[in-house]
């Protein structure tokens, strides 16, 4: 039998002897023995599963595979960012274009309406503002839009300017056609003048406040400007009369008409029939007098009559 005998000191320095010499001294040894061995190799056997089933290399694997995709969405980022700037860049040179022919037809207006060309400024280059680039280069999102915003502020000025010219040359258009020109009628002749006469009737000198066309009875009878209709009716010495009220104070009328065609409030162009030519009121044959009043005053309708001839 064995007999296994452990020696230790106690507090006091003395020794202290053991013996497990019992059968159930070794058995109870033994099974603590191999609770321990047992216990090391599983927890040798669980760690090296996990060192396994991780690796030391996976992190460094999973970070360089998220930098690749960050990479790529870097880069789809840049071509859709220099895919946007050309197509800026396209669209600014077209702009210019534009510009261009802008100021060509504003100098083109101002030669044809006489315009004072101080007042409007077409020969002007159109000013761009940022930093000049270098041959090759491609313009920066920055700068390509500092250029864009200057390119803006000339179309805007561009676009007054037209306008205002617009305006000027319709006002001018609407007075040309508004303003008495032309003889009243498509065929026929003048019969008697503006100014002192003898009188059809009495044979005495008397004033004459318009000019006589003779024509056919029931010729036409035209409008010698664009206006307003403001009296179609019968009045005392001109029988059926037409007055037509134009701008900047002139005012037209059309006596001895036949019959009238057009009513009260009409607006009409030039060249519009107003009538037909008769022999109402005071006149001795198939005539239209016409008068000619600027802010109230009669005037010689002669000089007007002549503006077309």
Do not use: C
């Not at 050309?86 to 100098?107: F, I, Y």
């Not at 008397?206 to 066309?213: P, Q, R, S, T």
């Amino acid at each position: 039998m064995f007999n296994l005998i452990f020696i230790r000191h106690d507090v006091h320095g003395r020794s202290v002897r053991r013996s497990l010499h019992a059968p159930w001294h070794f058995v109870a040894l033994g099974t603590l023995a191999a609770l321990t061995l047992g216990g090391a190799g599983a927890t040798g056997y669980f760690a090296g599963r996990t060192m396994a089933g991780t690796g030391t290399d996976a992190p460094a694997a999973v970070l360089q595979a998220r930098l690749a995709a960050q990479q790529d969405e870097l880069e789809a980022v840049r071509q859709q960012a220099s895919s946007e700037v050309n197509a800026m860049t396209r669209r600014l040179a077209r702009l210019k274009s534009h510009v261009t022919r802008l100021d060509a037809l504003g100098r083109k207006l101002i030669d044809v309406s006489n315009i004072d060309a101080a007042e409007f400024d077409f020969g002007s280059a159109p000013g761009l503002g940022g930093p000049e680039t270098t041959a090759g280069e491609g313009l920066e999102a920055a700068e390509l839009g500092d250029r864009v915003k200057s390119l803006a502020r000339v179309l805007d000025d561009r676009e007054r300017q037209l306008s205002v010219l617009d305006d000027v040359l319709a006002e001018r258009r609407l007075d040309a056609a508004s303003t008495p020109a032309g003889e009243p009628i498509v065929k026929g002749w003048m019969s008697s003048s503006y100014g002192y006469r003898e009188d059809p009737f009495t044979g005495e000198r008397a004033w004459h406040g318009g000019v006589d066309f003779a024509g056919r009875e029931g010729s036409p009878v035209n409008a010698v400007g664009a206006g307003v209709v403001t009296y179609a009716g019968e009045r005392w010495g001109y029988g059926n009369l037409v007055e037509v009220t134009h701008g900047d104070g002139y005012v037209t009328r059309y006596g001895h008409n036949a019959r009238i065609l057009v009513k009260e409030g009409e607006v009409v162009r030039r060249g519009d029939q107003l009538s037909e030519m008769g022999s109402t009121g005071r006149s001795t044959g198939p005539h239209v007098h016409l008068e000619v009043l600027k802010g109230g005053e009669s005037v010689n309708p002669w000089k007007y009559v002549q503006a077309e001839r």
